[in-house]
């Protein structure tokens, strides 16, 4: 793994928001840049989606 190497997301990185085509973490860093912001919407809708349910999933254990 280089330095440069980006780390996955964390659970203090949702829920993630978009700007325009931005996928944007709760800080406001940029993580990807989507193809219109339509797509950019539904990523991060799937990606917020996913979190909540592994939350919930660790709690309910």
């Given amino acids: 793994m280089t330095s440069n190497a980006k780390k996955p997301l964390g659970p203090e990185d949702f829920p993630v928001d978009v700007e325009g085509h931005k996928i944007k973490k709760q ?3 940029p993580i990807a ?3 219109c912001p339509a797509v950019a919407a539904d990523i991060a809708d799937r990606l917020n989606e996913d ?6 999933d660790r709690w309910s254990a």
Avoid: F, K, N
């Avoid at 979190?51 to 919930?56: F, T, Y």
């Fill in 33 to 35: 840049d989507a193809e």
């Fill in 51 to 56: 979190e909540a349910r592994r939350e919930e």
């Fill in 27 to 29: 800080d406001g860093t």
